[in-house]
């Protein structure tokens, strides 16, 4: 019987500890153009996202947004593999965020964000039509420290629509598992002894 129990227990745990096969795991950002986090005084005519695997164009969404929430998305993305680019209609210098979800291979949703800054934007509209071509340059100027107190981006954040905790459980059962098998295989063998 405990002989049993622990060829169970083991048989329960070794599957979970095993590593997930490629098919069913979760896709996830490998890297983009620009880097997150990156500060840029040339804006780049599109943004590439990488993916560990093909996004398929029906899940994927993506968004770009500038200083003030401006959208900065140019049009529709457009799919090569592994890599989703999207064109960028640049606007203030400042800070804009690529936010994207895409659905993984086993259905699960994952979703993030890339951040990094402009350094040289349009220049901001004068506040009326009447003011003289020189107050153009104190709007600029006012822009200026705006930008510098920019911090810098935090490391892309990715997050999985379960909290990514599915995996701890699984292999705190498996553990649990092989622990009871263990203890009635030890509580057996005391018995007889």
Known sequence: MARGLLVLGLAAGVPVLLPA???AAHNSLTG??????ARVATAPKRIELRFLASPAPATTKITVTGPDNVPAAGGAPTFAG???SVPFTPGAAGLYIVAY????????PVSG?????????TAAAPPSTSAAPSSAVPSTAAASPATSAVSPAPA??????????????????????????????????????
Do not use: M, Q
Request: proline residues 3%; positive net charge; hydrophobic residues 40%.
């Open 113 to 121: 964000e890339v951040r990094f800054t402009l350094t040289t934007g």
């Open 156 to 193: 892309a954040d990715e997050v999985d629509s379960d909290g990514g905790t599915g995996w701890l459980w699984a292999v705190a059962v498996a553990v649990a598992l092989v622990a009871l098998g263990g203890g009635l295989l030890l509580r057996r063998r005391s018995a007889r002894g």
């Open 101 to 108: 979800r895409i659905g993984s291979a086993d259905g699960h």
């Open 21 to 23: 096969a490629p098919a």
């Open 32 to 37: 983009s153009d620009p880097k997150n986090g």
């Open 82 to 84: 592994n890599r989703v």
